[in-house]
Nanobody
Framework: QVQLVESGGGLVQAGDSLRLSCAASGRISSIYAMGWFRQTPGKEREFVGAISWRTGRTYYTDSVKGRSTISRDYTKNTVTLQMNSLKPEDTAVYYC?????????????????WGQGTQVTVSS
């Protein structure tokens, strides 16, 4: 089992930056990739980005590409999502997830473990 805990959400203004962190514990060795998703009421959970735990290669959805960076810290077993130039449409609950079998997962079904989510609200 892997446990994930997100932190760093909050209320920011458009144009601001925000850093979300995800702390992983448990069977870290079973993780192939870590990802970030977001969800707004009435909509499906949306892929934001992911990082290969082994290689560090990152993947982003087009809407955040160029203004977001995902990184990992082996020593702390954490993954960070840095988002810049935030927009009101970035408002959502952000979830951290871990995948055991895929190195570049972008689909909800490819992830095995999920955090509880953290709210990000961007005001205009």
């Amino acid at each position: 089992q892997v446990q994930l805990v997100e932190s760093g959400g909050g209320l920011v203004q458009a144009g601001d930056s925000l850093r979300l962190s995800c702390a992983a514990s448990g069977r870290i060795s079973s993780i192939y990739a870590m990802g970030w998703f977001r969800q707004t009421p009435g909509k499906e959970r949306e892929f934001v980005g992911a990082i290969s735990w082994r290689t560090g290669r990152t993947y982003y959805t087009d809407s955040v590409k160029g203004r977001s960076t995902i990184s990992r810290d082996y020593t702390k077993n954490t993954v960070t999502l840095q988002m810049n130039s935030l927009k009101p449409e970035d408002t959502a609950v952000y979830y951290c997830a871990a995948a055991r079998y895929y190195e570049a997962p972008t689909l909800v079904g490819e992830y095995d473990y999920w955090g509880q989510g953290t709210q990000v609200t961007v005001s205009s």
